[in-house]
Nanobody, 125 residues
Framework: VQLQASGGGLVQAGGSLRLSCTAS????????MGWFRQRSGKEREFVAA????????VYADSVKGRFTISRDNAKNTVYLQMNFLKPEDTAVYYC???????????????????WGQGTQVTVSS
């Protein structure tokens, strides 16, 4: 499966962006999906993940209450709605999928098998 992330850009602190991750090659209906980010000079970190049905999403503490992950299986797309953005949210954001046989949400990037190319989010102060 190939993942394509989009929706990044430059926004002022307090603003919003919505990232999208669309799959080609096969359906995402059988994959746990996640968003990760990598800030300059830092390791890739977990942001959010969602189960196959879209229920019971999991968030990093740093984004809880500000970001919302969702999925539209009919459109083969996963979203990350980011509100009240802060300068420290500046990073390259990646979407990722776990293998189809696995239904448990994971926070470690090593547990995800498929990755998009990343989209840059820059939040100015």
């Amino acid at each position: 499966v190939q993942l394509q992330a989009s929706g990044g850009g430059l926004v002022q602190a307090g603003g919003s962006l919505r990232l999208s991750c669309t799959a080609s090659g096969r359906t995402l209906n059988s994959n746990v999906m996640g968003w990760f980010r990598q800030r300059s000079g830092k390791e890739r970190e977990f942001v959010a993940a969602v189960s196959l049905s879209g229920g019971a999403p999991v968030y990093a503490d740093s984004v809880k209450g500000r970001f919302t992950i969702s999925r539209d299986n009919a459109k083969n797309t996963v979203y990350l709605q980011m509100n009240f953005l802060k300068p420290e949210d500046t990073a390259v954001y990646y979407c990722a999928a776990r293998s189809p046989a696995i239904t448990v949400i994971a926070r470690s990037h090593t547990q995800y098998s498929y990755w998009g190319q990343g989209t840059q989010v820059t939040v100015s102060s």
